[in-house]
């Protein structure tokens, strides 16, 4: 048969729309896999060159259309749009890769569907004046019918956001008289006449604060009026952003030190201007928030003005008294009952933070404490704050730090990763200085402003370095928790420092949260080989461990240490042992709940039997009757281990372990507890397994 090579030819593969293939590079960008987004980019070029290099015609789309789940699948690859570039833009940006998004602009403007390229084309052919497509209605006209790329105002802004974040406030000022299609003065190449928002401007103001150039950003908010008074749009006038990125560009350096500071933008030690801009705002009518305090505080201390940052700080308190008593319509109000205002935490932080570099430490400590008394919970930034001005006095202020440090332990707040430096510096600094070293005779101390208690055997280093492990084992992310752990821990060895049973505890509670049997098991030989002795608070953590890796033998062989008859050990009471074995118990009858795999549930019984014979096998080589007599009493553990004989000895399919959990039920059930047949709060499985049990135990008295 002869082929028709005029025939329509089917597409050999379905592509993506490019609207779901633009959510997905959102999605990348988002989640820090910016690599993955450029890759499925460069695919959504190429594919989209190739496919447009075959003749069209020979192609039949509107035949090919299939649906895959929530995918919809079409036979023309995705080619990148203007939200293509835009979304791979702003997730550069968020990144820290502004160069990167800047780069993808020098892209875009090499399209052939980018608008200059297609006006330039339609003046190739002879056709209208160029001047006519500039047009904001030409080239609404021209991306319909042509499909140019045109960028919008949010294409505009991003690509201002990008030179903001480097500094560059003069591209951003380009960009903007581009917008408002400006004659006479500065453009940026490629940007149509598009209406600008108040995000524009203040993204231009954000642009001139990086760039430390107070003077450029004081035209921002006339340029804002002038154009809401020339459109009646009032939505372009001021707003709090724009107020609180003016505030904030007070006192700072010029990032371009060869060029002329502009008169207007004051010294670099004079705060005076924020306050202006402070009191301006509020006359227009605008409220300051945390965020605005925040920035205000900040200029202070950077300008080494405390006092002012304090009145700052205070500004803040008056007007938030004064908002609350005007909602409440009542009398006055104490402090302590006021609502919080919007990122409060910012200014007290700020405030605490300019303590701590003026060197007024007790101030900062006092502001610690007053915050959480007026509503208004401490950061982990805060904490930051204040533990580095703590690290950073002298003598160091342990007692404070501990109060911090118990602060974050009680928040579930995790030391960032400039604290955790922070302490572990200072602890190690700490320990090679607390080394005694011996002159004319006599031991002598390097530094002498440590006042540690000659019978006290915990000094500050000590103390540092398990207080940031503990800090530590807040984090979420597991491996890097027990990374940090470990790490602190053997710094703490190398540099000669002895460790205590509480930090080997904080090892394995690092070790019970991931799970790791093979890192508990080599921190419990390092104890031995350390002449460490468990106590309690290492049965917990081995507890713990053993609920999740299902190895009870891991924490009996922990109890078993404990009631070793040694002068050191201190065996636990017998209810304690007791409750701590009942608990683990209880976590795999829990377990047993959550699971109807069959393979998995006889695992758990498994293990139940394995912690019943243990533990009285270890109650009965150490003697302990007490003990004994304490598990004899106690109907939950026993029935939740005669229940999972019972159920071992049903579905076992090897006949040594059928007859081991018969033999094992047998003696559960012997107890006296279960010769009391009126049990009211045992359920109807719990009397099935104790009935089966007693049958087998009356037939085997029998034979």
Known sequence: MKR????????????????????????????????????????MRKSASLFYMIPRERFSPLEHHHSLSSINLVPVPPKPTLVTYSTLMSRAISLRKPRVALRLWKLLQTQPNFYTNVISQKRRNGRNATSSYMD??????????????????????????????????????????????????FTHEGIPKVKPTAVT?????????????????????????????????????????????????VARKSID????????????????????????????????????????????????????????????LKQKAKTNLASANTTARPIYHHKPLQNEAGAWTAAINACGKAGRTDTAIRLFRTMQKVGVKPSSWTCACLSDCL??????????????????????????????????????ELSQKETRITKDGLQVQLIDNLSIDSEDTTTEAIF??????????????????????????????????????AMYNSLLRACAVTGNIERAQSVLRRMEMDGIVPNRGTLKEAVTLAKNARRSEFALSIWATMH????????LKPKVSVEMMGDLMN??????????????????????????????????????????????????????????????????????????????????VGFEIFQNEHHTDIDRAGKKAIQLATDWLYAFEIS
Do not use: W
Request: hydrophobic share 40%; proline share 4%; aromatic share 6%.
């Open 257 to 316: 030190k060869q060029e002329t500071r502009d008169i207007r933008s004051g010294g670099e030690k004079d705060p005076d201007m924020a306050f202006a801009l402070l009191n301006r705002m509020k006359h227009e009518g605008i409220v300051p928030n945390g965020v605005t305090y925040s920035a205000l505080i900040d200029v202070c201390r950077r300008c080494n003005r405390v006092d002012m940052a304090l009145n700052g700080l205070r500004t803040m």
């Open 564 to 571: 070793k008859k040694t002068s050191q050990t201190v065996p």
């Open 201 to 249: 401007y203040n993204t231009l103001a954000d642009a001139c604060k990086v760039a430390g150039e107070l003077g450029a950003a004081l035209d921002v908010p006339e340029l804002m009026i002038s154009q809401s008074e020339a459109t009646g749009d009032k939505k372009l006038l001021p707003d709090l952003r724009t107020y609180t990125t003016l505030i904030s560009t």
């Open 391 to 428: 690290l950073k006095s002298t003598p160091i202020r342990i007692k404070e730090l501990e109060e911090v440090l118990q602060y974050m332990k009680g928040a579930g707040l995790v030391p960032s990763e400039v604290m955790y430096t922070s302490l572990m510096g200072v602890a190690l």
């Open 136 to 185: 904001p209605s030409m080239l609404h006209k021209l991306e319909k019918e042509e499909s140019a790329i045109v960028p919008d105002v949010i294409f505009c802004n991003t690509l201002m956001n990008a030179y903001a974040k480097m500094g560059d406030y003069r591209a951003a000022k380009a960009i903007l008289n581009s917008m408002l299609g400006a004659k006479g003065v």
């Open 587 to 668: 976590n795999y009858a829990s377990d047993l709940q959550k699971t109807s795999n069959h393979e998995e549930r006889i695992v758990i019984h498994r293990e139940m039997m394995n912690l019943y014979q243990g533990f009285i096998s270890k109650l009965e080589e150490f003697e302990l009757h007490d003990t004994f007599e304490e598990i004899a009493c106690n109907l939950t553990f026993l029935l939740s281990a005669l229940k999972a004989a019972v159920s071992c000895e049903y579905h076992s399919e090897v006949d040594e372990e059928k007859t081991r959990s018969r033999e094992l039920a047998c003696e559960i």
């Open 464 to 501: 540092l370095f398990k207080q940031l492990m503990r800090s530590l084992l807040m984090q979420t992310e597991k491996e890097d928790m027990i990374l940090k752990v470990f790490l602190v821990f053997q710094e703490m060895k190398n540099v000669g420092m002895l460790p205590d049973v």
């Open 4 to 43: 028709n090579k005029d025939r329509v030819l089917p597409p050999s593969k379905l592509f993506p729309h490019v609207r779901q293939c633009n959510a997905a590079l959102a999605t990348f960008g988002d989640s820090g896999d910016f690599t993955r987004a450029l890759r499925l980019f460069t695919q």
